[in-house]
């Protein structure tokens, strides 16, 4: 942690630390709001994704000069609905553009209570209404103790190591008449390396939407679906995704993925709520409202990297709300093969 730490400070972006009783650290940097690593105790092994532009200070000082969109990596959040804030010309999907003012934004560190909070305060512009819609995100961190450290009948998970963080994210409102502005939602991706599974449980059987792809499309070998869990294997060249409807979700994503000798998991527990008004939308079907959990599969000239997404139903117009606030928590673990496996089996199917 200390390395990435010093070469971010040699290019003038600076971080803050959150450390869990247990022990768990977690970077956070406020340039883009994100948090960039996540570290069991006495580990410098980063369980997320991070650019390799921060290997070192030269690349790292070529890279936030540059004018491209700013990936550190990391958990990161952003606004849906995405046909409205990233594409400006919207029908047209020619032209793809992150908003500077949302992703880095101007992230604020404001001190409170002994811990601290990122604020971001911008303005959106919404593709299809051409309205403009002044915001608030505010950000903070708690500990999340292993879920599974009173659990006595889970054999094999001895060699497991642990890390975890609760993630509060706020929206508000800020234009005048919030209730009638346009409809904004919060939306939170993690970045981990490139290459594993991701695993989404279901209550019934639910067949994702393919959103898009860049080069070939999503193989039968790499997507699997059966009554209660959808796998897919993010391991294929250029850039892809799925979404996953609200109502069969369960409110809980894993990923498994190699690192060296051992495997990791990810798992992000959030509330998911089938009646909030989940309002990302398929590209080609702007009307089909509900979609909540998503995974983009990126090894393209972006980088190489597989995301974990889920969405907080949206604030404004229609909803009867200005403000909303999420918790969610990230547990992490690395470990032996059937250890990992057997975590898989206690949080999220049987099915490993």
């Known amino acids: 942690m200390k390395k990435i730490i010093d070469v971010l400070e040699s290019v003038g972006k600076t971080t803050q630390c959150f450390q869990s009783p247990d022990g768990t650290n977690v970077l956070v940097m406020p340039y883009g709001g ?9 580990s410098n092994e980063n369980f997320y994704w991070t650019n390799p532009a921060l290997e070192n200070a030269d690349t790292a000082q070529e890279f936030y000069d540059g004018d491209q969109w700013h990936n550190s990596g990391g958990d ?20 793809y553009f ?6 880095p934004g101007n992230y604020q560190v404001v001190k409170s209570n002994g811990g601290f909070k990122l604020i971001n305060k911008l303005e959106v512009n919404m593709t299809r209404t051409q ?3 002044a915001l608030e995100i505010s950000k903070s961190l708690g500990p999340a103790p292993n879920p599974l450290r009173y659990e006595r009948d889970i054999a094999g998970i001895s060699d497991v190591t642990y890390a975890g963080y609760t993630q509060y994210t706020s929206l508000e409102i800020k234009t005048p008449d919030a209730l009638n502005a346009d409809a904004v939602g919060l939306w939170n991706l993690v970045q981990m390396p490139h290459g594993g599974e991701m695993l989404f449980p279901t209550f019934v059987r639910a067949q994702p939407r393919h959103i898009f792809s860049t080069i070939g499309t999503i193989g039968p070998e790499d997507l699997s679906v059966n009554d209660h869990l ?18 069969p979700s369960t409110g809980r994503i894993g990923y498994i993925y190699q690192t060296g000798t051992q495997w990791a998991l990810i798992v992000r527990n959030f509330f998911l709520n089938p009646s909030g008004e989940y309002v990302d939308v ?6 089909y409202f509900g979609y909540s959990t998503q995974a983009c599969n990126v090894n393209s000239g972006l ?14 117009r229609g909803t009867g709300r200005t403000c909303c606030d999420d918790k969610s928590v990230v547990w992490a ?7 990992i496996r057997a975590v898989c089996r206690a949080l999220l199917t049987p099915e490993m």
Not at 333 to 339: N, P, Q, V, Y
């Open 98 to 103: 992150q908003p500077r003012q949302l992703d």
């Open 282 to 287: 398929p590209w080609d079907d702007t009307d």
């Open 76 to 95: 990161r959040t952003w606004l849906a609905p995405e046909a409205d804030i990233f594409f400006p010309d919207f029908p047209k999907l020619d032209k």
């Open 131 to 133: 309205n403009k819609v």
């Open 303 to 316: 980088g190489s990297f597989s995301e974990l997404e889920y969405h907080i139903p949206a604030i404004g």
């Open 34 to 42: 994100r948090v960039l690593g996540l570290y069991a105790p006495g």
């Open 230 to 247: 959808i796998r897919y294997r993010m391991r294929a060249k250029g850039e892809h995704k799925l979404s996953i409807r609200a109502l």
């Open 333 to 339: 673990f690395r470990g032996s093969l059937d250890g």
